[in-house]
DNA sequence: TAAACGTGGTC
DNA sequence: TGACCAAGTTT
């Protein structure tokens, strides 16, 4: 074992995360062991995500699905409702092919290999390699943004990524020990997290510190660096809140794939210079009155949309569609921006309107 | 290879 | 306050 790996795991044992799906070098000391299940999904929970963000979705899902055969059982519909707010929905329609299929071709039983998990829907090279290491501690090299800046500042590479990608696969593959791989990776990605962070490392805390080249040699906060990112463009629409004469919401079903895949919506229309009131564009002609503008920003580019609003509207059932008690939305599978553009008109649609203990007497 | 694909938090 | 960032994958 290397000594950066040597050093990294006496590191981790004292000062690694508590996560909810995580098995801690105390517990597999007693002879626990990680639940596949339980790394993949987290693993995809996690993938772009914040750990904070996952943390209730993974407490969710685990309640709902324990294990792959639950999930299997469960509608992609069922899925989607669970996995609203958490974004990238592909991740979420990727997860039930991959539980059928699991099902379906493996028996019901994670496969072992890294090639049988990369074969798998939602699956990629980070994720294969991450499930291989943690459930089955096999030494792959786990290349998460954690890993990228760590490595990237321990060995001072200097090239941009991602063309870097490659030689950082290579070296973190250099470090990984033979023994506890799955521990090596996570502690990793806890030291990119904690201490090797991309603004203001705390390199005097570092276990590496010593053994950093870019700390030596230069000021590690600056590495990574990265190519320049493509400017966000302007996409302009409008959203139409239907309420019809029993205080029922339209909403209809988005298309299977592309942006907000499969989830819900009310009816909505944008594009790159969309006029904001061409009311041709409503799901159907009534008095719609205009409510105001949201904004809302994605990852490549930046949504404003006019809100209209129509109340006491029949309950038609001839376009596509179906109305929602406004007490049910938040149980519906819809994306954060529809919610917003919903809350402008109905501002106390998601409120939580669960109570703590302390407030029932209030 | 580059673009599509969400959201919420931070400084 | 807008830009950047977070355990990436798919096409």
Redesign the pocket.
Known sequence: MTDTASLLLNWYDKHH?I?P??ITPAEQARGMAPDPYRVWL???M????????VKAYFNKFTSQWPDISALAGASQDDILRAW????????AR?LKACADKIMAGHGGVFPRELAGL?A?????????A?IAAIAFNLPHAVV???V??VVSRLFCLTTPL??AKAEIRIRTQGITPAERPGDFA?SM??L??TIC???RPSCFLCPLNEHCLALKNDEPQRLPL?????E?PLRTGMAFVAISENSRVYLQKRPE?????G?SEVPNYFAPGADKADLSRAPFATDWRYQGDIT??????TLVLAIYRADNLPEHSDTGGWWVAVDKLKGEAL?????KAVAQVLPTAFNNTERKPADRNA
């Open positions: 995360r996560l799906w995580r987290s693993e995809v996690l993938q772009q995500t914040t750990v904070e963000a609203a707010g958490l974004g990238y929905y592909s991740r990727n990369r798998l829907p939602g699956i990629g090279d980070y994720t294969a991450a998460d943004g954690n990228e800046r991602p063309a996570q990605m806890d990119g997290a962070t991309p603004k990265k190519a320049p990112k493509a966000k794939k592309g942006l907000l895949g989830m809302h920003v994605f990852t490549h580019f994306p954060t921006v529809i919610k």
